[in-house]
């Protein structure tokens, strides 16, 4: 059974910087882009961002690019989302998946719980 772990979330100031981690069990983790999604309250999940699983080819999100970094340690089973210059627009929950958009996520079903992350103004 494929399992994804979130941590690293919080509540930080604008402008401050966190790192989450998505770690995955049950899978041969570097067969598998990893994305990370966001949901705030009241909107549609969205993608953020995105790791190949070979070639290291990433995808970000106009909101985020220039401020977020997805990185990934194949050996540890986990990806990285750096978000530095956090905004208070920034603030809802963090999933990963082991897709690049939200329908192929839907339909694998393998969404992590997520973490919150809370950026005050």
């Known amino acids: 059974e494929v399992q994804l772990v979130e941590s690293g979330g919080g509540l930080v100031q604008a402008g401050g910087s966190l790192r989450l981690s998505c770690a995955a069990s049950?899978?041969?983790?570097?067969?598998?882009?990893i994305g990370w999604f966001r949901q705030a309250p009241g909107k549609e999940r969205e993608r953020v961002s995105c790791?190949?699983?070979?070639?290291?080819?990433?995808y970000y999100a106009d909101s985020v690019k220039g401020r977020f970094t997805i990185s990934r340690d194949n050996a540890k089973n986990t990806v990285y989302l750096q978000m530095n210059s956090l905004k208070s627009e920034d603030t809802a929950v963090y999933y990963c998946?082991?897709?690049?958009?939200?329908?192929?996520?839907?339909?694998?079903?393998?969404w992590g719980q997520g973490t919150q992350v809370t950026v005050s103004a």
């Open positions: 790791i190949s699983s070979s070639d290291g080819n990433t």
């Open positions: 049950g899978l041969t983790f570097d067969d598998y882009a």
């Open positions: 998946a082991t897709a690049c958009t939200v329908l192929a996520a839907n339909v694998r079903g393998s």
